[in-house]
């Protein structure tokens, strides 16, 4: 059972290009949450989806940022019109059905770095 | 608003003392809490559960105090491979109805030779 999978491990982009993340949670998961990591900061939260659905996208900047869990194939995490101020490591997690009483288990992560 | 707060550390520890650290919540609401281990530049990984009995693995253990809402991390007999950030992580913490996992920011662990 291959663990959470992440796709680039490494992304680099020039300012106004888009960015594309993928995360291909563990078998058997249906929830997915998106995690942003600046230098030398804490996780912080993005988006929690489960297959089609957004179930919370408070920690996502209303412009620019997209996220999405379709039926079939991985999850997406889309930056339109990056800015370096979006480089960073962008962690996706995933966990089984059950919700709250289950951990998360993260993928190794996509570190973008906007020239 | 914080809703799941650690102190950041640096946490500056000799080899083979004890430590411990604590994390505090807001939403009494919380079901579900857990400690992550990350090292620099990989992804956070599950240390421990902490359930409401509290619980041990090892030198590892953790409490939870409901009425107070925190939960504690104690390590004992530290070793250097000990050194990381640890990540306090509460389902249900946001009370707003969200049950996503909040991480607070790490509370960064050296322990020293």
């Known amino acids: 059972n291959a663990g959470v999978m992440q796709n680039p491990r490494h992304l680099v982009r020039r300012r106004g290009q888009e960015a594309r993340l993928r995360c291909s949670p563990m078998?058997?998961?249906?929830?997915v949450y998106w995690y942003r990591q600046l230098p030398e900061e804490g996780l912080k939260f993005m988006v929690y989806?489960?297959?089609?659905?957004?179930?919370?996208e408070s920690g996502m900047p209303k412009e620019r940022f997209s996220a999405e869990f379709p039926k079939e194939g991985p999850s997406i995490l889309r930056i339109q019109q990056v800015v370096r101020g979006d480089s960073a490591a962008y962690f996706c997690?995933?966990?089984?059905?059950?919700?709250?009483?289950?951990?998360?288990?993260f993928g190794q992560g996509t570190r973008l770095t906007v020239v | 608003r914080k809703e799941v707060e650690q102190d950041p550390g640096p946490f500056n520890v000799p080899e083979g003392a004890t430590v411990a650290f604590n994390c505090t919540y807001s939403n009494s609401a919380s079901q579900s809490f857990f400690w992550y281990r990350q090292d620099c530049r990989k992804e956070p990984k599950l240390l421990m559960s902490v359930y409401s009995s509290g619980n041990e693995d090892g030198r590892f253990t953790a409490q939870l105090n409901r009425a107070s809402q925190y939960i504690s991390l104690l390590i004992r007999d530290s070793k250097l491979s000990d050194s990381a950030t640890y990540l306090c992580?509460?389902?249900?913490?946001?009370?707003?109805?969200?049950?996503?996992?909040?991480f607070g920011k790490g509370t960064h662990l050296i322990i020293q030779p």
């Open positions: 992580v509460v389902n249900g913490a946001s009370g707003g109805g969200a049950d996503g996992l909040t």
């Open positions: 989806l489960q297959k089609e659905n957004i179930i919370d």
């Open positions: 997690a995933s966990s089984p059905p059950g919700g709250q009483d289950t951990e998360a288990f």
């Open positions: 078998k058997g998961h249906s929830h």
